[in-house]
């Protein structure tokens, strides 16, 4: 696997607490990911980066912000969590060398976050 | 919406069978890309086909892409226990943010 880490790896949690994920790559890739994955919804894109500062929305952002202050770090935040974030997050990268978007994505390991 | 559909959502075989699975999608790509995910762990990247080729190998796997239909196989030959995971396509939301939509999944079991 490609040095991707996801801290921490298990959270509980409350109602309304803030929560912030992070991710962590060694390979110096352009492009870093976070996606939730449910049964049912595969996996859905919640933001992106594609450079340091540079994020963008994904399909199912409401709830969520992340920020990216150096290439290697890459944090969601959930502002106030709800029951139904509850679910696998999973961070990814790809190199972005490739315009065309011929770039696999690398994914962390995942964490799985309960708020109840 | 999901762009890439797998179909069968579940499939299982005995060890030494082949395993086939397919996934649709809806618009234009320049390629599509198949990940498997192990119970518990993070999708892993097998193989990418690019949309001017028809099919690819890599070790016991083999991929066909058919752009007039929209649709790509996964075909694993003389299947093993540890191929039991679930597998994903993905293809390109657009050229150039590198972002991909996933499929929901086929999951595969290997019965030895």
């Known amino acids: 696997d490609a040095g991707i880490t996801q801290s921490p790896r298990h959270k509980v949690t409350e109602t309304g607490t803030p929560v912030t994920l992070r991710c962590h790559q060694t390979?110096?890739?352009?492009?870093m990911y976070w996606y939730r994955q449910d049964p049912g919804h595969g996996l859905r894109l919640i933001h992106y980066?594609?450079?340091?500062?540079?994020?963008d929305k994904g399909e199912v952002s409401d709830g969520y912000s992340v920020s990216r202050s150096k290439t290697e770090d890459f944090l969601l935040t959930l502002e106030s969590a709800t029951s139904s974030q509850t679910s696998v997050y999973f961070c990814a990268s790809s190199s972005g060398q490739d315009i065309l978007s011929y770039n696999e994505q690398f994914f962390g390991p995942g964490t799985r976050l309960t708020v109840l | 919406s999901q762009q890439g559909e797998e179909d069968p959502q579940a499939l299982s075989i005995q060890e030494g069978e082949n395993a086939t699975m397919n996934c649709s999608y809806k618009?234009?790509?320049?390629?599509l890309q198949w990940y498997r995910q192990n119970s518990g762990r993070g999708l892993v990247h097998l193989i990418l086909i690019r949309s001017n080729e028809r099919e690819k190998h890599s070790g016991r796997l083999r991929v066909t892409l058919d752009t007039s239909k929209k649709s790509s196989s996964l075909l694993i030959t003389a299947s093993r226990a540890a191929d039991t995971a679930s597998y994903f396509c993905a293809t390109p939301l657009s050229s150039n943010t590198g972002k991909l939509i996933f499929g929901q999944g086929t999951t595969l079991q290997v019965k030895p």
């Open positions: 390979e110096n890739h352009r492009y």
């Open positions: 980066s594609y450079g340091v500062k540079d994020t």
């Open positions: 618009t234009s790509i320049n390629n």
